[in-house]
């Protein structure tokens, strides 16, 4: 690999037979920038385009072994965390990135297709919390999704709100959240297909970006996959090209990711793909 001049990426995440999330569409999003993709298995999917039947996690210790012969062989640009699959990949995976706190780490740990994990649900969510999130330059979720992890440290209250919950992530370590599909504005907002919504980035100061959509019509099964793997691929970009200015790479990834995704999904709807997000049919800039 001394030949290497793509940025090589590593992407932790499930493994989907479709192709439209977790890792294949990660290294499809990837190979579309000119990055390079790596990719440690954390559950095997049951699938097909309609749902998600069933999660095999992976073994903690072949997700452990698989990262660091990787990472011992090849020099990353940044480090993509996607579904866990268990607490025991949490905790692997959580010892693993610690070692490299000079890479930008990407967190994207849910997946609204997959079924739910039973008790196991909040155990992973609360340990995701405490290892990875400090660790995080970048998580990405969903108003919905916030609000359950909020409830691992506390209770359900109408008096909290998303800033308040943004801020707790914050002060854990986390540099920056985007909390993607929020409602853009409750007057404009309208109804059914070609409402406004935001995707809000959040920092040390409170909100950085706020940046507005008219939703689409239709069902896109890996928009958020494809949204925070382009994030990824351009953070590896600046991160080969000797960008040191993080706060501005952050900003620049988000904006160009939104679009990417807007692209995608357009083009999905314009050839007919149903429900998939096509990633590997696009290239950085389209």
């Not at 909040?122 to 909020?150: C, H």
């Not at 985007?178 to 404009?188: F, I, N, P, R």
């Not at 991160?239 to 988000?254: E, L, S």
Request: hydrophobic content about 45%.
């Amino acid at each position: 690999m001394q030949n290497q001049t793509s940025p090589l990426i590593l992407s932790f995440g499930v493994s989907d037979p479709v192709g439209a999330i977790g890792i294949q569409a990660d290294l499809a999003t990837f190979a579309s920038f000119g990055c390079h993709g790596l990719s440690v298995t954390t559950g095997l999917l049951i699938s097909d385009t309609a749902r998600v039947e069933d999660v095999q996690a992976v073994d903690p210790d072949w997700v452990s072994d698989q990262a660091r012969v990787l990472l011992e062989d090849m020099s990353v640009a940044a480090i993509k965390i996607g579904a866990l699959g268990s607490v025991e990949n949490v905790t692997a995976i959580a010892e693993i990135v610690s070692d490299y706190p000079n890479v930008p780490l990407i967190l994207d740990p849910f997946i609204s297709a997959l079924p739910e994990q039973g008790m196991d649900d909040e155990d992973i969510l609360t340990a995701v919390r405490q290892l990875l999130i400090p660790q995080t330059t970048l998580l990405v979720l969903s108003p919905v999704e916030l609000e359950r992890l909020a409830e691992t440290w506390r209770d359900a209250d109408p008096s909290d709100t998303l800033q308040n919950d943004v801020d707790y992530l914050v002060a854990l370590g986390c540099e920056y959240v985007l909390v993607t599909c929020m409602q853009a504005d409750a007057s404009k907002s309208g109804a059914g297909e070609g409402k406004l919504r935001a995707n809000t980035l959040f920092g040390e100061d409170g909100v950085v970006r706020h940046d507005v959509w008219r939703h689409l019509p239709g069902i896109f099964n890996g928009a958020g996959s494809t949204l925070s793997a382009a994030a990824t691929a351009l953070l590896a970009l600046d991160q080969g090209g000797g960008g040191g200015d993080v706060d501005n790479d952050v900003q620049q990834a988000v904006v160009a990711a939104q679009e990417y995704t807007a692209g995608a999904l357009t083009h999905a709807r314009r050839f007919g793909m149903g429900k998939l997000v096509p990633n590997r049919l696009f290239r950085a800039g389209t």
